[in-house]
């Protein structure tokens, strides 16, 4: 019996995949692209509907050549590259570069890099998705023609190596839109007042609190939020209360809820890393995918998954995951912390 063939992006991955699958599979990496637009010229039809010119790189014929002896010999070929358009583009490419015989192709997703989650991809293949295979060269032939057509233009304007791409061109506008908001904005000047409080014994905690009216006299400023319109009047108010005796006429209890966040897509992800931990999204990304390939464990475990597939705008979480985490909750810290259903996000 012929073994069966699984192809992947990365080395690292394919070393992962191929202690889950066994001795019945062969699991080998592309590194990545094996076609693209060539860097000579613009390689892209602008007069007859925007036809991209693809070639394979120079440098992959190799890989390529060598996948396609492993693939002839395989009796099936499982294409797994990423769970997204590009992923789904370089499977097309496999397809057509490497696999002669079209029948024996499975496309898989691993949206995690587990021992369950891979047999359940294993069982679970399809075509590939012509649609995001369109998405994704859609994408490469915007980015080659604004690189190639507005770069230049940055050249003489600016300085020779700085590249115009199509998702840093419109933010930089958004960006020179909002600075202008911020040369435009008229100041207003405005003041408010806080006091520190406590009991006269003195040996309770004080307080901090925001004047809000004087004589039930609400602070009013312009239809905003309670002020005082300038210094001077603020220090003819602040010595009018200096020695006054105050107390407290009403105190609100009330209980706060506060909801468990949505599990992290892409955007979340690198905007708390950057916030909590000051990673660039470079770096936030770049740990999430050896994450997401596997980090090395004790002996018996090997290479571990530790996150699901990272490029997303999904808040899903797997039942294998939910049930996982359910256990550790109810066995760690008890059942009365335990939600009576799991949390569904939209």
Known sequence: MSKSLVIVESPSKAKTINKYLGKDYIVEATVGHIKDLPKSKMNVDLENGYE???AVIPGKENIIDSLRKI???S???YIATDPDREGEAIASDIADEVVIDKKKIHRVLFNEITKSGIAEAMKNFRKIDNNLVSAQVARRVMDRILGYKVSPFLWKTFYFGLSAGRVQSVALKIICDREDEIE???PKEYWSIEGLFSKPSGNSKSF??????INNDVLKFD????CIRDIESAHKIMQELRDNKYQITDITVKEVKRNAPAPFTTSVLQQTASSRLGFSPKKTMMLAQKLYEGIEGNKEEGLVGLITYMRTDSTRVSNEAIISAREFINSNYGNEYLPENA???K
Request: aromatic share 16%; net charge positive.
């Open 71 to 73: 693939a002839s010999a």
């Open 184 to 186: 435009n904005f008229k």
């Open 75 to 77: 009796g099936k070929v």
């Open 52 to 54: 991209g010119t693809f």
């Open 343 to 345: 949390k569904v996000f």
């Open 208 to 213: 901090a609190a925001k004047l809000f009216k």
């Open 223 to 226: 239809g905003e939020d309670p």
